[in-house]
C-alpha cells in the first residue's frame, strides 16, 4: 500500500487512538462479520474504547505449567513468558473474535487434537490482509485491529499472545518461523502495564496523562475528554496540592 493509497478519516492517516474499522458497535455476532470493515475506518467514540476494553477480557493468563512449556519449545525469556495470555476459540459457539493489538505481538496457534490444516485465520483490518495460521505456527502482529476466526471446519483452537518487548524480543528474532502483516513498524513493549482511567483497557504501551496533574493516564484523546466530568474535581485537588507542596509561605 503506497502512501497515496493509505486509508485517511477527515484527510487524517489513521490514528487508533483516534480511529476505528469497527463501526459504533461490534463487528460479529460470534460466528460471522456483520459487516464489511475493510476501507471503512471512521472516528472512534468511548464505545469503541469499551468494546476493546471488553476484547481484553477474552485474553486470560496463561497457566504456570503452559508457561514452563513455551520457555523451551517457543524460547520466551522468562519476563516474557510472564506476560503471556491465551484465547480460546469453539467454546460456547464464539469461533470468531476481535481484538485491538496495542503493541507488537508474538503469536503461536494450538489445537487439542492433531490437525493438519490451517486452524485460525487472522486478517489485520487495516491492509486487509489474511494469514492462516496451523498447529505450532508463529506470527507477529503490529499495533491495530484484527479479526480472529476460527478455519472451515476446525471446531476449537487456542491463541497464545506475548508481547514484543524492546529487552527480549522473541518471535521477531526467528523471521523463518514468524510472519508480520500489521503494516507498520515493530512498535516494542515494555513489562509495565497501563490502564486507562477511563475505559480500562491495559496497555503496554505509553498512555497520555492528564496535563494538569499528571495524575491519570488514557489510552486516547476520546477517553480523555469523556473522563474530563468525572476527573475534574480531583485534578483539581491534585493541582493545589503540588501548588501547596512549592508555596514558601505554607508551613508544613
Not at 464505545?47 to 504456570?64: I, L, N, S, Y
Not at 505450532?136 to 506475548?162: K, Y
Amino acid at each position: 500500500m503506497g502512501e497515496d493509497d493509505e486509508d485517511k478519516v477527515d484527510g487524517e492517516p489513521i490514528d487508533f487512538s483516534k480511529h476505528t474499522y469497527g463501526g459504533l458497535g461490534t463487528l460479529h455476532d460470534g460466528a460471522r462479520l456483520l459487516h464489511n470493515p475493510w476501507g471503512r475506518a471512521g472516528p472512534a467514540t468511548f464505545a469503541t474504547m469499551q468494546r476493546r476494553a471488553e476484547e481484553q477480557h477474552a485474553w486470560v493468563p496463561v497457566p504456570p505449567q503452559f508457561k514452563e512449556s513455551l520457555l523451551p519449545q517457543f524460547g520466551l525469556h522468562p519476563q516474557t513468558a510472564a506476560l503471556a495470555t491465551m484465547m480460546c476459540l469453539g467454546s460456547r459457539n464464539i469461533r470468531m473474535r476481535t481484538s485491538f493489538m496495542d503493541t507488537s505481538y508474538g503469536f503461536v496457534c494450538m489445537a487439542p487434537e492433531r490437525n493438519e490444516g490451517r486452524l485460525v485465520e487472522i486478517t489485520a483490518l487495516k491492509i486487509s490482509t489474511k494469514v492462516g495460521l496451523k498447529q505450532g505456527d508463529m506470527a507477529c502482529i503490529n499495533v491495530g485491529e484484527c479479526v480472529i476466526a476460527l478455519a472451515e471446519g476446525v471446531s476449537r483452537a487456542t491463541l497464545v499472545r506475548w508481547p514484543e518487548l524492546s529487552s527480549h524480543p522473541s518471535s521477531a528474532e526467528m523471521l523463518g518461523r514468524t510472519v508480520d502483516f500489521g503494516g507498520g513498524e515493530m512498535a516494542a513493549a515494555s513489562r509495565k502495564q497501563r490502564t486507562c482511567a477511563a475505559c480500562g483497557q491495559v496497555w503496554h504501551q505509553t498512555m497520555r496523562r492528564c496535563a494538569a496533574c499528571n495524575e491519570v493516564a488514557y489510552c486516547s484523546p476520546v477517553c480523555q475528554r469523556h473522563h474530563w466530568s468525572r476527573h475534574k474535581a480531583a485534578c483539581k485537588r491534585a493541582r493545589e496540592r503540588e501548588r501547596l507542596k512549592y508555596d514558601p509561605t505554607v508551613i508544613g
